[in-house]
């Protein structure tokens, strides 16, 4: 290659930093490729890319928090943590832009293609290797929606499978009255609720599921999550919710994003 043609090849990839390729599944995208510098948490890392520094959100997926300036450290968040650190830390990245491409924090997000070796075959979408793990669940914000089957279809094989935060699903069966009275001690966790829904409450950006005490509710957020029914046909039944624990304005709350999360009984 002569001096010439090497300059302007490298000075292209500087000044853009951007290409266009199609990953299987997806069609033609926005893509920045980069190397990991730091991974702060489950599904935040700090990426080197087209000569600058970005703090990169993935896209379509919720770890455990573990420093969130309200909440304390949540568990499986140290898990998740790590596990995306031994993915991702120091490796080539593609970050696969969507339709938003930045957060009320100003962070980028992304997929977040992992290479792994040579060629397309050994790239990896690191939120669908976590919520394969069980380290995540399901959370899916329009117009960021391309991979919602790939995390939809990780997140029902880690349910089956009983890994990571889904180990816990039949084994800590809480009532509505139990996780307010111990709310200081389950918030972050994961555990299962048995509750009838006695009311739905509407609101502009979710719906609040009431059941046996008024201190504890369902939290399905709009637009209504992918597989889970609307709302309204909850009333009546017996419903097994399963997830992790936050304390509200009103009392605790287990937000659904996955069908997984749910059992329903028909009326008595």
């Not at 390729?21 to 997806?26: D, I, T």
């Given at each position: ?255 659904l994003s996955a069908p997984e999360q749910l059992c329903l009984e028909p009326p008595r």
């Amino acid at each position: 290659m002569s001096m010439r043609r090497f300059l302007i090849v490298a000075l292209t990839r500087t000044l853009l930093g951007v290409f266009f390729f199609g990953f299987a599944g997806s069609a033609s995208a926005q893509i920045l490729e980069g190397r990991i510098l730091d991974v702060l948490d489950g599904d935040t890392v700090v990426v080197q890319t087209s000569g600058r520094r970005e703090t990169v959100r993935y896209l379509l997926i919720d770890t455990p928090e573990t420093h969130h300036p309200h909440r304390p450290l949540e568990e499986f968040g140290n898990d998740a943590h790590e596990k995306n650190k031994s993915l991702v830390l120091g490796r080539r990245i593609f970050l696969e832009l969507d339709g938003q491409h930045r957060d009320r924090y100003n962070r980028l997000l992304a997929h977040v293609w992992v290479d792994l070796g040579s060629g397309d075959a050994q790239r990896i979408l690191a939120s669908e290797w976590l919520a394969r793990q069980g380290l995540c669940l399901p959370m899916i914000i329009p117009p960021n929606t391309r991979y919602v089957d790939k995390i939809l279809e990780a997140t029902r094989e880690a349910a089956t499978q009983k890994r990571g935060i889904w180990q816990f699903q039949a084994k800590r069966l809480f009532t509505p009255r139990q996780v307010w009275n111990e709310l200081p001690q389950l918030a972050g966790n994961f555990v299962t609720v048995r509750t009838r829904i006695v009311e739905v409450k509407e609101s502009a950006k979710r719906f609040l599921l009431y059941g046996d005490s008024p201190s504890f509710c369902g939290v399905v957020y709009k637009p209504i999550p992918q597989g889970l029914p609307h709302p309204s046909e909850f009333v009546g039944k017996v419903a097994t919710l399963f997830g992790k624990i936050q304390a509200g304005f009103g009392g605790a709350e287990l937000l659904l994003s996955a069908p997984e999360q749910l059992c329903l009984e028909p009326p008595r």
